[in-house]
């Protein structure tokens, strides 16, 4: 995962694909502002469907998460693909929305979505373990020196997901109490990740919080995220001067973990507090 092939800084757009989009309707709608979940890497908008939008629609949400191209059942090419690229498909699936929505995003698609905030208003944001504002060379070096298995593993998962050993997963985006069988279901369901991405996400294109418009955002992270340490999202929410939650006893992977609906609780209760309607 953190160590991609050199790719060039240069960017050849391609013409918008067809993208997945999972969608729920509330039985009784009680907010007009729809919200959007933005899957990180590995993923597709699977991982959203496991617990969020159903519980989020009985809320009274209508909610959506696409899939970005080359994930889940997304057109378009995955091995030439990069953030700018995810974020042009952030951007098309929200022009089709009747009102800006809230945007909930997840590791990778946490900077998609700051990208996208640079040059798009929205009522409110959440950043779920967000890529670091300094890209992934921090947590590339952490890992290398301290847990160099799991990082062999995780470069595995860009040629060989199959062989990628789920004990060994578990380690980079679980709590050691989730169910085997929901391991084995996950795992089995995971994909490669654009190298292009990867690169991006080390040097190329990181969060820049000076050009996003202040508007109210929460920042979440996992007290045991191997990936990313809560001293780092920490200081994204500082660079957003966003209110910081660490989530206790949880890892990389919230919105699938076993604790995953203190999460949504927590995010369902911001969003009241701001004054979502």
């Not at 169910?179 to 190329?204: I, K, V």
């Not at 929460?218 to 999202?233: H, K, Q, W």
Request: proline content about 8%; charged content about 20%; some cysteine.
């Amino acid at each position: 995962m953190f160590m991609p092939a050199f790719w060039s800084f240069g960017r050849q757009r391609e013409e918008q694909p067809e993208l997945e989009v999972r969608h729920r309707l509330p039985d009784e709608r009680r907010f007009k502002t729809p919200l959007v979940f933005v899957h990180g890497a590995f993923v597709g908008a699977w991982c959203w469907d496991e617990h969020f939008l159903a519980w989020f629609a009985d809320q009274g949400f209508e909610v959506f998460a696409p899939s970005l191209r080359g994930h889940g059942t997304s057109g378009g090419r995955l091995e030439t693909s990069g953030v700018l690229d995810y974020v042009d498909d952030l951007a098309s699936v929200i022009a089709q929305l009747p009102v800006a929505p809230v945007i909930v995003a997840h590791s990778m698609g946490a900077l998609v979505a700051q990208r996208y905030l640079e040059s798009h208003s929205v009522p409110a944001s959440v950043l779920m373990a967000s890529v670091p504002l300094a890209g992934l060379t921090e947590s590339s070096m952490r890992l290398l020196s301290g847990d160099p298995v799991l990082l062999g593993q995780m470069a595995l998962m860009q040629i060989a997901p199959s062989a990628v050993d789920p004990r060994v997963a578990q380690r980079a985006m679980f709590s050691e109490d989730l169910d085997p069988e929901l391991l084995a279901r996950y795992a089995s369901a995971t994909q490669p990740e654009s190298q292009h991405a990867l690169w991006d996400m080390t040097l190329g294109v990181l969060p820049r919080p000076w050009l996003v418009p202040r508007h109210p955002m929460l920042v979440i992270g996992a007290e045991n995220d191997r990936l990313f340490s809560p001293s780092e999202v920490e200081r994204t929410a500082a660079a957003y001067h966003a209110p910081v939650h660490i989530a206790p006893d949880m890892a990389h992977a919230m919105m699938i973990e076993a604790g995953w609906q203190g999460i949504a609780e927590r995010i369902r209760d911001w969003l009241a507090a701001t004054g979502i309607d």
